[in-house]
């Protein structure tokens, strides 16, 4: 059963994720599941951790989520299915220029390959 409060979350974080999909230009589609706190195992290997992550292939993707997922969330994921390649600082910092929460100085710090 879906309360009214968690379907509200659910329709905006639709709108955040097409929203970001058309400016990254994601071509795969990209859903987002709602997983267990109890079905994640954190690197230390503890069950219950807090988690947003994605997994994608060629095809498809999937934003997995233990929380409500923040705009940040979104476009950070979504970096990591544009950008494979990039580490996770350069995901980190392009998320903070997206999202101008970061100075532009940031961006020095960016070591491209
Ligand atoms: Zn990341």
Not at 75 to 98: C, G, I, K, Q, Y
Request: charged share 30%; net charge neutral; with cysteine.
């Amino acid at each position: 059963m879906v309360s009214g409060m968690d379907q509200r979350d659910e329709e905006r974080a639709e709108v955040l994720l097409s929203k970001w999909m058309r400016r990254l230009r994601i071509q795969i589609p990209i859903r987002t599941e709602r997983t267990s706190i109890w079905q994640v195992v954190g690197e230390s290997g503890r069950a219950g951790c807090s988690l947003v992550g994605v997994v994608f292939d060629e095809q498809t993707g999937c934003i997995y989520h233990t929380r409500r997922l923040k705009e940040e969330d979104i476009v950070h994921e979504l970096l990591h299915v544009a950008h494979p390649d990039w580490r996770e600082s350069e995901v980190v910092n392009e998320t903070n220029r997206l999202l101008s929460r970061a100075p532009q100085l940031n961006r020095l710090s960016l070591n491209p390959a």
